[in-house]
C-alpha cells in the first residue's frame, strides 16, 4: 500500500491563476481531509469528503477555494485566483471510515507558491 | 469554541533527561484527544490516544480534565525523539490539531 499520495509536491503560480492539488486516498479508504499549514502555524482543517459528498468544508474559505472527491479519481482541492496569502503547505489524510480512531494517514504535503 | 494550544514552539531537552510536551484543550463535551509526531522527512503519524491508555516508543499521555490537559511525557529522552509534535482533539467528523511542538534532543 503505497499511502496518501499527493501531487504536485511543489507548485508555483502567479497571482490570478488557478491551483490544482490532487490528493489519491491510501486503498479501501474512502474518507478524505484536507488541511492547510501557514508558516509558524499548526494544521487547519480545511475540509472533509466523502466518495461524491462533501460532509464538512466549515475550514474552507467563502470564496475561490474548492473540493471534490468524485467517486473515480483523486480528490482535488481547487484555488481559483491565487493571491499570495494562499502559499503554505497543503496536507491531505484519508481514513477508512469516520475518524473515530482519531487516525488520519497524512500524505507528504503540496506546497504551494505564490509569486 | 474547541481549541488546542501547545505552548511551546521549541523544547530542547538533554538526552536521558524527562520530556513534558504541553497540551491544553477546550471542549464543551467529553474529548477524545490524541498525539501525533513527525519525524525528519516523514509523514505525519498517530503517536498515541488517550483512550487506548497505551505507553508508545516510551511516550504516555493522561487526559485531566480537571486541568483540560493532556501533556505527553516520557522519563528518558531519546535522540530518535527528536520531532515534530502535535496535540489534537476530535470535534465531530474533524481532527483539530494543535500548532505543534518541535522537540529536540541534546546530545
Known amino acids: 500500500n503505497a499511502g496518501v499520495m499527493q501531487n504536485p509536491r511543489h507548485l508555483v503560480r502567479r497571482r490570478g491563476q488557478e491551483a490544482r492539488l490532487r490528493c489519491s486516498p491510501m486503498k479501501g479508504h474512502s474518507h478524505v481531509y484536507w488541511y492547510r499549514q501557514l508558516p509558524e502555524e499548526g494544521l487547519k482543517f480545511m475540509v472533509y469528503?466523502?466518495?461524491?459528498?462533501?460532509?464538512?468544508e466549515s475550514g474552507m474559505p467563502k470564496e475561490r477555494f474548492s473540493a471534490e472527491f468524485p467517486k473515480e479519481g483523486p480528490s482535488i482541492l481547487r484555488i481559483q485566483q491565487v493571491v499570495r496569502g494562499d502559499s503554505a503547505a497543503y496536507f491531505c489524510?484519508?481514513?477508512?471510515?469516520?475518524?473515530?480512531?482519531?487516525?488520519?494517514?497524512f500524505g507528504e504535503g503540496s506546497r504551494l507558491t505564490v509569486l | 469554541a474547541q481549541r488546542v494550544t501547545q505552548p511551546e514552539k521549541l523544547l530542547s531537552v538533554f538526552k536521558g533527561a524527562p520530556v513534558e510536551l504541553k497540551c491544553n484543550y477546550s471542549?464543551?463535551?467529553?474529548?477524545?484527544l490524541f498525539w501525533y509526531v513527525q519525524y525528519s522527512r516523514q509523514r505525519l503519524q498517530l503517536l498515541l490516544r488517550h483512550i487506548s491508555r497505551e505507553s508508545i516508543k516510551g511516550f504516555t499521555a493522561d487526559l485531566n480534565k480537571g486541568e483540560t490537559s493532556f501533556h505527553l511525557k516520557k522519563p528518558f529522552a531519546q535522540e530518535e525523539d527528536s520531532a515534530m509534535y502535535y496535540c489534537?482533539?476530535?470535534?465531530?467528523?474533524?481532527?483539530?490539531f494543535g500548532k505543534g511542538t518541535r522537540l529536540h534532543i541534546l546530545p
Open positions: 471542549y464543551s463535551g467529553s474529548p477524545e
Open positions: 489524510a484519508s481514513s477508512y471510515r469516520e475518524p473515530d480512531t482519531g487516525e488520519l494517514f
Open positions: 489534537a482533539l476530535r470535534k465531530d467528523d474533524k481532527i483539530i
Open positions: 469528503l466523502q466518495k461524491e459528498n462533501i460532509i464538512d
